[in-house]
């Protein structure tokens, strides 16, 4: 069993341990936890630093009972401990380290007493007269403290209001509000911009749409011109022809007509009547 003088022999280890990462250059803090305290405060001191906010230990080599005593009596007097100046910051860090005296004292008295027999010869190195010996030192700390048991559990159930309170998270509604205003500002703002977009495209369709049909349009006002052309020449061609034949005709007729007179003339000089075997003559109807 482990004896309550060896317990400081933890900070020993702590340096040993602190070396070796030092040749390893890995940070101490990193890697070991950290040891409670190393100062071995009086009560007085004790007193003190508890109520002005500051953290305070206890370490096994210390006199319990003397602090525990002090610590009570501070505690108990309304000039001190019970002044709600005072009590409103002392009495929550207070009861644990009452707590952690008490414990402490337990520790240090059964280890010391199992070291005592052990030393003495009264009792063997075995674990169940070892026992033995605990059971009688927690008999004789329960009949001691006994009164302060009852005493401490009052404190600690009176220290809970003046617990303290955890640090409540930041007020982010403001932040969750210019937030949600800043994405749906964006998402109009998108918005906009795809509308704005589909708006161009299908201007530029109509664009396009408006070209096609006006190219279009040129194309079959030009077939049209192009027809019309075509018709304008095929009349004037027509009515070319037209006019050539009927002024052959008429030249035909002209000269047929100059003949019968030559023949009328050139009967009536002889008496005779000449045949005609082409033209019509003057009257086609007499032979």
Not at 118 to 130: C, F, M, N, R, V
Not at 190 to 207: E, Y
Not at 219 to 239: G, I, N, P, T, V
Not at 253 to 267: G, H, P, S, V, W
């Amino acid at each position: 069993m482990q004896r309550a003088g060896a317990l400081p022999q933890m900070y020993d280890m702590r340096k040993v341990e602190e070396m070796f990462l030092r040749t390893l250059k890995v940070p101490a803090d990193e890697v070991l936890q950290p040891l409670p305290a190393t100062e071995n405060m009086d009560p007085v001191s004790e007193n003190v630093a508890a109520t002005m906010g500051r953290p305070i230990y206890v370490m096994p080599q210390q006199d319990h009972m003397a602090h525990i005593m002090t610590h009570m009596a501070f505690l108990k007097s309304p000039l001190f401990g019970s002044n709600p100046v005072i009590v409103k910051t002392f009495l929550y860090p207070m009861a644990t380290h009452l707590r952690d005296h008490l414990l402490n004292y337990y520790l240090v008295e059964a280890h010391n007493a199992v070291d005592e027999a052990s030393k003495q010869g009264l009792i063997p190195d075995e674990a169940t007269e070892q026992t033995k010996v605990i059971i009688q030192v927690q008999q004789f700390i329960e009949q001691q403290l006994g009164a302060f048991g009852q005493e401490l559990a009052q404190i600690d159930q009176a220290a809970q209001q003046f617990r303290p309170q955890p640090p409540m998270p930041p007020d982010s509604s403001m932040q969750v509000a210019q937030l949600n205003a800043q994405i749906q500002g964006q998402a109009l703002q998108q918005r906009a911009q795809v509308d704005q977009a589909r708006i161009q495209l299908d201007q530029q369709k109509l664009q396009i749409q408006q070209q096609n049909d006006a190219a279009k349009l040129t194309d079959q006002q030009q077939a049209r011109a192009e027809k019309l052309q075509a018709e304008q020449f095929r009349q004037m061609a027509e009515s070319q022809r037209t006019a050539a034949e009927m002024a052959g005709r008429e030249r035909m007729n002209t000269a047929d007509n100059d003949t019968a007179k030559l023949l009328a003339a050139a009967e009536m000089a002889t008496g005779e009547k000449v045949a005609v075997s082409t033209g019509t003559g003057i009257n086609p109807g007499t032979r």
